[in-house]
């Protein structure tokens, strides 16, 4: 058995092998956004078509343009910001105060629900133990 699948024959070499995603520059993106919006009715899916986009790009790109993610992006990538060891110090216990109040949360809601289970099996319990002493038979002593 051949395992070629196209006969034999050498691959295409204008096809490539694996497809690779697509990435759009913020300033594409927001060139397009622009666009898109001067467009009359009718003419927006023209211009999807020549760039090989569907709606769904432009519906994605209005959405981080309204929320400031395209002008982020636009900003020159570099070296961050060197932060004081007291800046670093606050970070860090700012994030252990967060991580002991979610902790200290969750402990007071286990033992409200103790509170809660130790109250309704104390009145069962009770209760269980009333009906037991009605419909237990007496006894009566025969001497």
């Known amino acids: 058995m051949s395992t070629k699948t196209n006969g034999g024959k050498s691959p295409n070499p204008e096809v490539s092998e694996r497809a690779t995603r697509r990435r759009f520059s913020a300033e594409y993106k927001l060139g397009i956004l622009e666009e898109a919006d001067r467009c009359a009715l009718g003419e927006q899916g023209a211009l999807l078509r020549r760039e090989g986009l569907y709606s769904s790009h432009l ?70 133990n009333d009906c037991d002493r009605r419909s237990a038979p007496r006894r009566r002593d025969s001497a």
Do not use: C, D, H, Y
């Open 59 to 128: 519906v994605k790109w209005r959405e981080q343009r309204s929320k400031g993610a395209l002008a982020a992006l636009s900003k020159k990538r570099g070296r961050k910001v060197e932060r004081t060891p007291e800046q670093v110090e606050m970070e860090r216990l700012r994030r252990e105060n967060e991580r002991l109040t979610r902790r200290l949360a969750q402990v007071e809601k286990i033992v409200e629900v103790q509170k809660n289970s130790r109250r309704w099996s104390s009145r069962f319990t009770r209760r269980a």
